[in-house]
């Protein structure tokens, strides 16, 4: 069998081998599996015709450093709104050819036909003539309770079934702050049960309920659980369990790390533990659960904020308003995302700038570098949004990618990040795409004015200058000096971050990431990559089991595994 | 003038342009500055006979895939150990040939010399034949108090400053302990004076005293300062504030919130603030602190957190004891570091592998991946130290560079990392080298056996796993289950997370960046890159004033500038 995975960013050997751990696969063509309902509406990425235009504009793209390029007219003009946000794209390498080019690029992949077919819930999580998940990807349905409700069978009924969740979560809100028992909640969960309702917790935790605190443990490291112990009172505590198979291995560690500390201090855990589950799970089983809540499959785990995953933790935290407002912003940004004009639609034309800065002018990352504190983990929840999305090799068809997919995404906050990587993303030899994030107003409304302007507009003039400074550059006469600008760089603006505005911000990068994935043609969501650690895993655990219990010779032999293993012993 | 900076990586014009707001600099020939003292030494990168040797063997480098060449012997092999430090590159993409050409790239570029000078106080932060700061790079003198102390002149003079400092630090440390008036630290700096300093405090967290809390401001966003003052007591607390020049705008705006908090608390701000400065700086002034602990020109500030930046916050936080282990652990680590064999040297041999995989595999970017949760903010630590440092475009001779500088370093702990971008680590069409960092003990010893294994083992388990998923990969006939595989790893080991380990880890990472400069012939010591923006801040916020003020007129107009404000107004 040939290779099918091309690592163009990479003049190394692209042949893939088997590795010598496992049995050969049987070689022979790829065939072609008799399970897959959906056919195939992906076209190359490299067949489009504004590909092949794209390409040859990126010959000579437009030079934000020459003289009477970036002016003040351009700033005011390149510059579109939706759900509370205003997106400036004046410091982008772009002109009028490159966005043409890029709307026929968004015409020809179909994206906003695949934006509604995703919303109305047909099946977008497939590969075309292979095994795969198939199923509908429906996380827009988990807060379409607002404005022009999605009428697609799916999705509608999709919506139902989150409103009886919601329902559930509300009651138990109400019965919560009824027993007035409950201080403290533990949210156990890794990953997309993790980082996305964490990121929220923190971006509107000025909201948070005094009487309520929160704590969480994702990592297998003991550590992570032993450290969330701090001041916690068992009987005053919420003990949330997410796993959507019930199976995830740190998932089930963490639970039973806190099942065993109730009975090391002699409180009945009962009306304490409560699962966030797909139903029919292990874990749906309400002689061990309190409550149970519902995920569903066509909710892919970085993109179950919006479920239940962080309706249990946010209810908790801010009481059922403050996460109906959230919900509402990302509805808000989900109907914007249907928006036809690609001027008009900011998460497309997000996409396909970062599609230009990916693929045609080469650069491998992108940051996202928000001026708000209180969004210090949002780069980090994009990060796993992003990048487990679309860091992919082949296309919906199986075939080798022949362009770079997904790019890295990482971030810090401003101004931290000016005085900790930014001397990189000005004077080094290779050029960072940056996304700007800031608000008008701060969150808490308590400001100083030192040297005649407010904190917030010395945070406001530092993100604007650092954008206009990444893309002018300045020459010098020493050369330590010169910035060589034409830097690309994009700003997203709100007036606060609220419930509603964050959730327009959460759901317009859960759409950008769609978008360029049906762009390079890849099935964005399911996660294979994530899958051999796991085995091998089990295998140097199975070695460790073994060897504990001196019942060598029934586990298969994994040298590899074993060499590392032995590494420890001689610490 | 021609272009002094070329962008590799990037396609695209590499020409410099002036940018459109400032006086054209004058044209000429690159002049000689009078005022450097200091010859060149270095050589250009792509002259040496190793790079030349070195770009030869990356057109077939050592494939991981191929059966026979990933073996557990070579696993076991290829370790070296040292300062309570196991490193083993077994993972790695290199061969015999490879790791000889690298020695002889150290010994060409005089790394190990380069070290020595660096250490015994000459003058390494320089350009040679332009203005620049022109002075010796002495953080390793901070902390020199144990085995074979250093002794060039002027890093013995260093160390006894710093000694002078330290016993200053103690003596406050008793007055604290004997006081007992004191619960609370709020520690006031940005970048260096906050990164290194909290990284160290939450790898430590386990030996924070009960009795005292700890509070980070950095950042200008007024919620940043204003969510630090819950449940703080001004009459409990001390506000250290930390800026070497006295005049970080950042620090200086925060230090006024606080000011003015203790001024509308109604209480007394005198033995509560504690200025860490350079001698002479504005806030060197009695009358203003507490007390004063100097910083110096010759400790940059992402390197400082030996010094008395980190020395305040964390002998408040752990005590004397601790902070003494984890100078210790920096210096042992600083010893080790000039070890003549390039294979025994843990940071010079992971420099020369991070060269491998960046310049000769063209891989644009580094993750660091702890497998430990107190370790969670070790990745953004050391992105500031290596980005702020090799995030340059020309030598120290002013000559652009012609093979990328330092990579873009990233990362989040494992196992939440393999729940996020670990499926494109594994599947992209990019490929990311990763520095795994475990240990073979928790740090709290709090652990559950769960079916048959602790967690700890079972984390572990899952960081070896990964790297050999990572160099094996898999095939499959189902395309979105393959492997490529072939992707390079290190992994560092030790017995737990402890003062001494920790110290050894963090300034391991410190010399890997040195090393990793000084072969691109860079000067990684200055960051000139963080002037620009601060520059065109100022002028964005000079509009701002005048406009409040009604003196327009009298400032200079900055259209971008204001084209970017005139967004906000709108929102």
């Known amino acids: 069998m040939k290779s099918v995975c091309q690592k163009p960013m990479n003049p190394s050997s692209s042949e893939l081998r088997r590795h010598n751990l496992v049995k050969p696969p049987p070689v022979g063509v790829l065939k072609m599996s008799t399970t897959t309902t959906k056919t195939s509406t992906t076209s190359s990425f490299e067949e489009f015709e504004a590909t092949k ?66 919303q109305s819930g047909e099946v977008m999580n497939f590969y075309n003539g292979y095994d795969s998940e198939n199923r509908a990807v429906l996380h827009t349905a988990m807060r379409d309770f607002f404005d022009s409700p999605n009428t697609g069978k799916e999705a509608s009924a999709a919506t139902e079934l989150a409103r009886t969740e919601l329902n559930k979560l509300k009651a138990w809100g109400e019965e919560l702050d009824n027993s007035g028992q409950y201080t403290d909640i533990v949210f156990v969960g890794i990953g997309g049960s993790n980082l996305g309702p964490r990121t929220t917790f923190h971006a509107l935790e000025a909201y948070k309920r005094p009487d309520r605190n929160v704590h969480f443990v994702s990592n297998v490291d003991p550590d992570d659980a032993t450290w969330s112990l701090r001041n916690l009172d068992p009987r005053k505590t919420v003990v949330v369990v997410v ?27 009962s009306n304490h533990f409560v699962a966030v589950t797909g139903k029919g799970s292990p874990m749906d089983n309400p002689s061990n659960y309190w409550r149970s809540f519902y995920i569903w499959d066509y909710v892919g785990g970085r993109f179950s904020t919006t479920s239940t995953v962080g309706g249990t933790l946010l209810t908790f935290a801010f009481g059922f308003d403050v996460w109906w407002d959230f919900l509402r912003g990302c509805s808000a940004m989900d109907k914007h995302a249907l928006t036809p004009s690609v001027r008009n639609n900011i998460p497309l034309l997000n996409a396909l700038i970062g599609i230009w800065n990916h693929n045609f002018l080469n650069l491998p990352t992108c940051a ?42 990482w971030g810090e906050p401003g101004t931290d990040a000016q005085h900790s990587f930014f001397q990189l993303i000005h004077q080094s030899t290779d050029v960072v795409p940056v996304e700007f994030i800031g608000c008008k107003s701060s969150q808490f409304d308590n400001d100083i004015e030192y040297k005649g302007t ?46 509603y505005t964050f959730g327009a911000l959460f759901a317009c990068y859960e759409h950008k990431v769609a978008f360029q994935g049906w762009t390079w043609g890849i099935n964005s969501f399911d996660q294979e990559g994530v899958q051999l650690g796991k085995v091998l895993a089990t295998r140097i655990l199975e070695f460790v089991t073994a060897e504990r219990n001196g019942t060598d010779g029934t586990t298969d032999t994994f040298p590899l595994g074993e060499a590392f293993w032995a590494q420890l012993k001689t610490l």
Chains 1, 2 share one sequence.
């Open 53 to 118: 235009k794209l390409r040859v504009l990126a010959q000579q793209p437009f030079d934000l450093t020459t003289s009477g390029n970036l002016t003040a007219e351009r700033i005011t003009k390149s510059t579109t709104e939706g759900a509370g946000w205003r997106y400036n794209y004046g410091c982008q390498r772009i002109d009028e050819n490159v966005l043409t080019a890029l709307e026929e690029l968004a015409i020809e992949a179909g994206l906003l036909d695949k934006m509604k077919a995703m």
């Open 454 to 499: 407010t904190s917030q507009e010395k945070l406001l003039a530092n993100m604007f200058a650092q954008s206009i400074a990444l893309a002018t550059g300045q020459q010098d006469e020493n050369p330590a000096k010169v910035f060589p600008g034409n830097r690309p760089s994009s700003t997203f603006l709100t007036e606060k971050i609220t419930p």
């Open 368 to 409: 996202i570098v928000p001026y708000s504190k209180v969004l210090w983990r949002f780069s980090a929840h994009i990060q796993q949004v992003d990048m487990e999305s679309n860091g992919k090799c082949v296309n919906s068809s199986g075939q080798p990618l022949t362009s770079p997919s997904g790019p890295i995404v």
């Open 243 to 269: 796993s959507k198979s019930g199976g995830t291995l740190e998932t089930a560690t963490n639970e039973e790390f806190f099942r065993k500390w109730y009975e090391s201090e002699g409180v009945d855990p």
